[in-house]
C-alpha cells in the first residue's frame, strides 16, 4: 500500500512538472498552471517536498528544493492571505530545513516571517487577515480564531532556528488575546473583529474557521513545551466536550453550539472536521478519537467519498464538493500509529480506492464539485501532496519513517523537530 500511495504521489507531481513547474499549482483537467497571486510562490514544491523526503524520493525532493532555493522570492508586491502563507510556505521551508539541513530555506522562511510580522500590528495584537509581503500594508479585519490563533507553531519554530524571540513572542500574544476574549462558558465564536476585539458570530464547533486553533493549542504545547498553551487546551476541549460533542444515534458528532449560552445551533459536521479525531488521540482521549471517527468513517461512506459539509442529524450532504481534502486520513494515521489498530488500515484503503477511483486523471489528480455525481472540476490544491498522499504513505510505512516523539505535524503536516 506504501508503494501504490509513492506511485499516486509519483502520477500527481509528474504531471505538475509536465504542465505547471516552477507555477503554484497543477489545473488537472485543462493542464494549465495557476497562481495564486499572479505571481508563483512556489507553492506545490514548497508544500510537497517534506513528502519527497519522507517517501523517500530524494531525487524529486532535491529538484524541487533546488528550484525553490533558486526561484522564489518574496520580495513580491502583492497581498496575501498571512495564514496560507504561514502554514503551507513557512511551514514546509522549516520542515524540509529540518529533514535537510539547507540553510538557504531558513533564510527563505526567516525573509517570509520577517514580512509577515506588520499583521500583527493591531490595536489587539491580533493578525490582519492579509499583508503586502513588500510594503507591509495589512487588512482585512474580519477573522476568525483559526486565522488568529494558528500562527505560533510556525512562528514559534522560526524563532527557535533563528534565535529571534520576535516571531514567537507576537504570535503568542495573538493565541492569548483571543484566549481572554472566549466567553464565560470557555467557548469561542465563529468570527472575530480584530481591531475592536468583537465578536462578530457567536457560533462555536470544531471545524472551519475554528479548527486550526484548537489543535495549535495542543500541539504547541508538545511542540515547544509551553504551559500557557496546555493550560489552555485543558480548558478549551473540557468545554467542547461539554457543549459542542453530540452523541446521537448515528454516534458521537462533533456539532455547533452558542458561544454565550452552551445552547445547540446546528448539526454541520464535514470534511475539515474531520481533523479532530486526530487532535483527541494525540492529546490521550482515545475512546472519543475512535468513536468520532467511526462517525467520520460513516460521512465518507453516504457517497463514497466525504462531502465538504454533512448535516449528521439527518445524515444528508449540504455542501457535495470534495477538494481532496486530507482530514479524515489524517485522524486515521494517528488512530493507526497509537493503537496498531490493523482497522485503520482497512479504513485508509477505502480512502485512497475512492480517491484513486472517483478523483485521478491522466495527468494528475481533480477536486470534485459533486460527491454524489462525482463531476470532476479543475482544481488540485496543494495539500494533496502536502497531506492527502503524505498521510496515507505514513499509514502504510514502516513507523520509523516519521517518529512522534521527535515530530510534530502542523495543519498542512510539515513535520517540524520538537525543541
Known amino acids: 500500500m506504501a508503494d501504490r500511495v509513492r506511485d499516486e504521489f509519483l502520477h500527481a507531481w509528474d504531471g505538475y512538472k509536465k504542465y505547471a ?23 506545490t514544491p514548497v508544500d510537497a ?23 522564489l522570492s518574496f520580495d513580491q508586491d502583492v497581498s496575501v492571505k498571512s495564514f496560507e502563507m504561514s502554514i503551507r510556505e513557512l511551514g514546509g521551508l522549516l520542515s524540509t530545513y529540518d529533514l535537510t539541513g539547507d540553510k538557504r530555506l531558513l533564510a527563505l522562511a526567516d525573509d517570509l516571517g520577517h514580512r509577515l510580522l506588520p499583521m ?4 489587539t495584537g491580533m493578525p490582519y487577515v492579509y499583508v503586502n509581503l513588500k510594503t507591509g500594508a495589512v487588512s482585512g479585519v474580519d477573522s476568525n480564531p483559526a ?11 522560526l524563532s527557535k532556528r533563528t534565535k529571534n524571540p520576535i516571531y514567537y513572542q507576537k504570535a503568542k500574544r495573538a493565541v492569548i488575546a483571543l484566549y481572554n476574549r472566549q466567553s464565560s462558558l470557555r467557548l469561542v465564536g465563529d468570527s472575530i473583529n480584530i481591531e475592536t476585539g468583537k465578536w462578530t458570530d457567536g457560533t462555536c464547533h470544531v471545524g472551519a474557521l475554528d479548527d486550526a486553533y484548537f489543535e495549535y493549542l495542543l500541539k504547541c504545547s508538545l511542540l515547544f513545551r509551553d504551559k500557557d498553551c496546555g493550560r489552555m487546551w485543558q480548558t478549551s476541549i473540557t468545554a467542547l466536550n461539554k457543549y459542542v460533542a453530540d452523541e446521537t444515534p448515528t454516534g458521537l458528532w462533533y456539532g455547533e453550539a452558542n458561544m454565550d449560552t452552551g445552547a445547540r445551533v446546528g448539526h454541520d459536521f464535514g ?35 466525504e462531502p ?32 496498531g489498530n490493523p482497522r485503520y488500515l482497512t479504513m485508509g484503503k477505502t480512502f485512497f480506492d475512492g480517491i484513486v477511483r472517483y478523483c485521478r486523471t491522466d495527468a494528475a489528480y481533480a477536486a470534485l464539485s459533486d460527491v454524489r455525481s462525482k463531476q470532476q472540476t479543475d482544481d488540485m490544491e496543494s495539500f494533496f501532496l502536502a497531506e492527502t498522499l503524505k498521510y496515507l504513505y505514513l499509514l502504510y510505512a514502516p513507523r520509523k519513517t516519521l517518529d512522534l516523539s521527535k515530530f510534530v505535524l502542523n495543519t498542512e503536516a510539515h513535520p517540524i523537530r520538537k525543541s
Open 271 to 305: 470534511a475539515l472536521d474531520a481533523y479532530f479525531p486526530g487532535t483527541l488521540a494525540l492529546s490521550g482521549d482515545l475512546d472519543r478519537s475512535e468513536r468520532l471517527e467511526d462517525s467520520c468513517y460513516r460521512m465518507w461512506c453516504v457517497a463514497g467519498i
Open 147 to 157: 486565522e488568529v490563533g494558528s500562527y505560533l507553531f510556525e512562528f514559534g519554530a
Open 308 to 339: 465538504e459539509v454533512l448535516d449528521y442529524s439527518t445524515m444528508t450532504i449540504t455542501a457535495p464538493d470534495y477538494v481532496l481534502r486530507p482530514e479524515i486520513i489524517e485522524s486515521d494515521y494517528y488512530l493507526y500509529y497509537f493503537t
Open 21 to 43: 513547474w516552477g507555477h503554484d499549482e497543477l489545473q488537472p483537467l485543462s493542464k494549465k498552471p495557476h497562481d495564486w497571486y499572479g505571481v508563483s510562490f512556489c507553492m
Open 120 to 123: 500583527f500590528d493591531s490595536p
Open 49 to 71: 517536498m517534506d513528502t519527497m523526503y519522507l517517501m523517500g524520493l530524494k531525487t524529486q525532493g532535491d529538484e524541487a528544493r533546488e528550484l525553490v532555493d533558486t526561484h
